[in-house]
């Protein structure tokens, strides 16, 4: 050490030893004048640990981590080619409502060549925007329902009819039958409707129908026998049909048992686990008298709704009469209605053709099959919550005066009716 050297410079001699034990700290990065690469700033070669590629072009692809190169997860869908644009297509889950429905002018004709411009569908007197229109028509599945409890002559008319049936329907069409009288019985199930199979059925099916019943008062046996004739007299309960319900010399008739409401809801129970796509449709051949059945007109109605389930109809005997069958079809207030079958074809969009001849009858069943054929459907997708159980109204309208638009009144919506709506591309 030099004498006369400054006691700071000695101090920063002992300390050089300490400084060479602290690390370099990071070099800055220089601002780039020139263009910028796009991937350069998030590259190792930004920082100038890597030496960078002689010709600028950005690395093909990033680093990858251990845990990246350890689990890569599934594979990614990959499209088709050409198909790219629609694997991005939005998806959401909806409830779709489909509706038939049959136009006729002021003649009963059928009215063709309308187009959705001239349709105007309301939910809950809210208009709905249609998704879908078409005129095609749908392979029908039919549940053929005949009466078997009508009167002879009546039961006559239908058995010889019968054999008419199947010429209503084409190949793709398939067909189960049902009969009723004290209850509902299945013939087959489900077979095509120009089978061998269906046509020994409905020769199965025939039956001679039941005797009209009669009520003798006349004879010594025709009323309750009263004795001593004054306030002690007294009935014999075993005398006659009413077992002592006589009343003032009138007898209380009892009525025959016809189990429509079950026939219905059989054919119905049975409609409803057929394949979707198709139409399904309830055809009764009847009277349409109903008495004695468990199920309810409302519970039959409710569940013919929720299925996409429409009645159609061939009415024979006194309901087939215009002036009968007129006043059965208003319903009059305070009278029992004998004929709840344009009930069902109301409440379910369905029609019903009433004739008394057993030509009629045949006719009937070729014209009701091409009035279902020839149905216009419309879809929309409801706006009302997604499955609330609740019954919806529907009204279908047509843009053009003097035309009868005959479709169900409402429906409930379930599970089934669920599908993926498919969101519309931006343009």
Same mark, same amino acid.
């Given at each position: 050490m030099m004498l006369g050297q400054p006691a700071q410079s000695q101090a920063q001699q002992q300390s050089a030893p300490q400084q060479q034990t602290i690390p370099d700290a990071p070099r800055p990065q220089g601002v780039p004048v020139g263009p910028v690469t796009p991937g350069r700033g998030t590259t190792p070669d930004s920082n100038g640990d890597t030496p960078a590629s002689q010709d600028g072009a950005v690395p093909g692809k990033l680093p990858e981590t251990a845990a990246q190169k350890a689990d890569e997860g599934p594979e990614p869908e990959i499209p088709e080619q050409g198909q790219g644009a629609q694997a991005f297509t939005l998806q959401v889950q909806t409830n779709f409502v489909e509706v038939p429905f049959t136009v006729k002018d002021n003649k009963g004709r059928l009215v063709p060549g309308l187009t959705w411009r001239d349709i105007r569908v309301y939910e809950n007197n809210l208009r709905q925007q249609l998704s879908l229109f078409t005129v095609d028509p749908f392979p029908l599945s039919v549940a053929l329902v005949i009466d078997q409890s009508m009167t002879v002559d009546n039961m006559t008319k239908v058995n010889n009819s019968l054999s008419a049936v199947q010429g209503a329907f084409t190949p793709f069409d398939e067909v189960a039958v049902f009969t009723y009288n004290n209850g509902p019985k299945m013939e087959t199930a489900f077979t095509g409707a120009q089978s061998a199979r269906l046509t020994a059925v409905l020769e199965r099916s025939k039956r001679p129908g039941r005797e009209a019943l009669y009520y003798d008062t006349s004879g010594p046996l025709g009323q309750n026998i009263v004795n001593n004739g004054g306030a002690d007299s007294h009935t014999d309960p075993n005398t006659n049909a009413t077992h002592g319900t006589s009343i003032l010399g009138i007898q209380n008739v009892p009525r025959d048992v016809h189990t429509l409401n079950d026939a219905i809801l059989a054919a119905a129970t049975a409609l409803s686990k057929t394949a979707s796509g198709r139409r399904r449709i309830i055809y009764v051949i009847s009277d349409g008298r109903e008495?004695?059945?468990?199920?309810?007109?409302?519970?039959?109605?409710?569940?013919?709704?929720?299925?996409?389930?429409?009645? !159609?109809? =061939? +009415?024979?005997?006194?309901?087939?009469? *215009?002036?009968?069958?007129?006043?059965? %079809?208003?319903?009059?207030?305070?009278?029992?209605?004998?004929?709840?079958?344009?009930?069902?074809?109301?409440?379910?969009?369905?029609?019903?053709?009433?004739?008394?001849?057993?030509?009629?009858?045949?006719?009937?069943?070729?014209?009701?099959?091409?009035?279902?054929?020839?149905?216009?459907?419309?879809?929309?997708?409801?706006?009302?919550?997604?499955?609330?159980?609740? !019954?919806? =109204? +529907?009204?279908?309208?047509?843009?053009? *005066?003097?035309?009868?638009?005959?479709? %169900?009144?409402?429906?409930?919506?379930?599970?089934?009716?669920?599908?993926?709506?498919?969101?519309?591309?931006?343009k």
């Open positions: 008495y004695g059945s468990q199920a309810k007109f409302s519970q039959v109605v409710k569940y013919l709704n929720t299925n996409k389930i429409a009645v !159609y109809g =061939t +009415l024979v005997g006194d309901s087939s009469l *215009p002036v009968i069958g007129f006043l059965d %079809k208003v319903h009059l207030p305070l009278q029992m209605r004998d004929n709840i079958l344009p009930a069902y074809a109301k409440q379910t969009g369905g029609e019903f053709d009433g004739e008394f001849r057993q030509k009629g009858i045949e006719n009937s069943f070729a014209k009701i099959a091409e009035e279902v054929r020839t149905q216009y459907t419309v879809g929309y997708y409801t706006h009302e919550p997604f499955i609330d159980g609740k !019954y919806r =109204t +529907l009204e279908v309208k047509v843009l053009r *005066p003097s035309l009868d638009v005959r479709a %169900k009144l409402g429906y409930y919506p379930t599970a089934a009716d669920v599908k993926p709506a498919v969101a519309p591309e931006p």
